[in-house]
């Protein structure tokens, strides 16, 4: 854990406009077993989804939802840590602005379910969702691949990378946040009790899901991540807060 940070106030700043707390505790200490590393308070509990300054060396490591140190990946509000744990200020993830959509985003390649509208998911809401909301969910099991090159064998940092910071994330899906979490945990599967393989599937896949967010006006893709930090679903959707259909 060699590297220096600098520009600490700076980046303070920015994981500000996130979802980052930043902990400097010098009460918190290391602890490690079989699993990694984690930070321990004062009381005996453990540092969760936030970042820590290590007042020995200055430098910033981020804890997971576990309590455990990420590494080797982007961290939810879009940093990338080393091997060790560390952020690494000058990575291209983290330096990049965060991502403007354009029209040629919405085509889908692959199995898509708009063949009839040219794979846009623009042309579809006109004549779908006109006024209105819509939301087109894939899965592994419905593979495609946005214009970009993302699918479903790619990582958080993979997206990161093609598409920018995030507008939005979320370490947690759930319905207050999400949209497409909400249609189909809380209506599909409480209100149709016909609903179909596919849809049963989408309702269990989103449980443990965690999120990012890109978007242009009222459209918007959202990739949702596995606990690997993989692609398990990508979702394009029109107004994805206002999704609150019931029969």
């Known amino acids: 854990m060699k590297r220096q940070l600098k ?28 699993k990694g590393w984690r930070v321990e308070n004062e009381d ?25 140190m990420l590494t080797n990946t982007t961290t939810p509000d879009g940093y990338v840590v080393n ?83 995030p507008s939005q994330i979320f370490s947690k899906v759930t319905a207050e946040n999400d949209g497409m979490y909400r249609y189909y945990t809380q209506v599909i599967a409480v209100t149709d009790p016909q609903y179909d393989d596919g849809e049963r599937y989408m309702a269990s896949l989103l449980e443990p899901l965690s999120c990012i967010h890109y978007a242009m006006n009222e459209y918007s893709i959202r990739f949702y991540f596995d606990q690997n930090d993989q692609v398990a679903c990508i979702g394009y959707a029109k107004n994805i807060e206002n999704i609150n259909y019931s029969y």
């Not at 980046?11 to 079989?34: G, H, P």
């Not at 290590?54 to 910033?60: I, Q, V």
């Open 83 to 165: 091997a060790d744990g560390v952020w690494e200020q000058n990575a291209a993830a983290s330096q990049q602005s965060v991502s403007t959509l354009a029209a040629s985003d919405f085509i889908i390649s692959g199995d898509s379910d708009m063949s009839w509208y040219n794979n846009s998911f623009l042309e579809y809401c006109e004549v779908e969702a006109t006024g209105s909301w819509a939301i087109v969910p894939y899965s592994k099991d419905w593979p495609i691949t946005t214009s970009r090159g993302i699918s479903f064998q790619n990582s958080r940092t993979d997206v990161i990378n093609a598409y920018g910071n």
């Open 7 to 34: 520009t600490i106030v700076a980046f303070a700043a920015a994981a500000a406009m996130t979802m980052a707390v930043v902990v400097t505790a010098s009460a918190a200490d290391w602890r490690q077993d079989a």
């Open 44 to 68: 005996g509990s453990y540092l969760t989804n936030q970042w820590y300054q290590s007042p020995a060396s200055g430098l910033w490591y981020y804890m997971g939802a576990d309590g455990y």
